[in-house]
């Protein structure tokens, strides 16, 4: 199947992209980073880290919730050239290639997500009773008109990323 997974990132996280994409070339997964900045691009491009500069995003008002929609601009995107895409958050570790399982099922989403009872936002923590954090999340085209009214609908929910 023609596949991509990506995570994305800025300077301030560019250390835990470069881990992440270790394990991605371990195992000889096709990857890419994209950077939000100039400085974590050149970071990763003298590294080998196989990255793409995705524009530049202004640290000094940044936005949280701006920065979470990266992903799903790129996702879109990324859905008109393959046929499945993974969007993985670089502090999720792949130890294992889960490809296999994933293309052979019948799903044309998969959703992995983390609970945490002690993370960020306080809000959020104190109405659930946890927040929920992504791993990582993959989509087949047929998917692409979903994530096109997420994105449409994606400041309705007011503040997040995840």
């Not at 499945?84 to 959703?111: G, Q, R």
């Not at 009214?149 to 929910?157: E, L, T, V």
Request: proline share 2%; hydrophobic share 35%.
């Amino acid at each position: 199947m023609n596949y991509k997974i990506f995570g994305y990132t800025n300077f301030k996280y560019v250390d835990m992209a470069e881990y992440w994409s270790r394990y991605m070339q371990k195992l000889d997964l096709d990857y890419t980073v994209y950077c939000t900045d100039k400085k974590s691009f050149d970071y990763l491009t003298d590294k080998n880290i196989k990255c793409d500069f995705y524009g530049e995003l202004s640290q000094d008002d940044f936005d949280f919730t701006q920065f979470g929609l990266v992903r799903f601009n790129i996702l879109e995107q990324l859905l008109d050239q393959y046929d499945y895409v993974i969007y993985s958050d670089i502090d999720a570790i792949w130890l294992e290639d889960p490809l296999e399982d994933i293309f052979n099922d019948s799903y044309n989403a998969h959703v992995s997500t983390v609970h945490n009872p002690n993370a960020y936002p306080a809000s959020v923590r104190k109405k659930w009773g946890m927040t929920i954090c992504t791993g990582c999340m993959g989509f087949s085209k047929s998917c692409r008109s979903f994530i096109l009214d997420f994105i449409g609908q994606y400041y309705s929910f007011k503040v997040g990323n995840d």
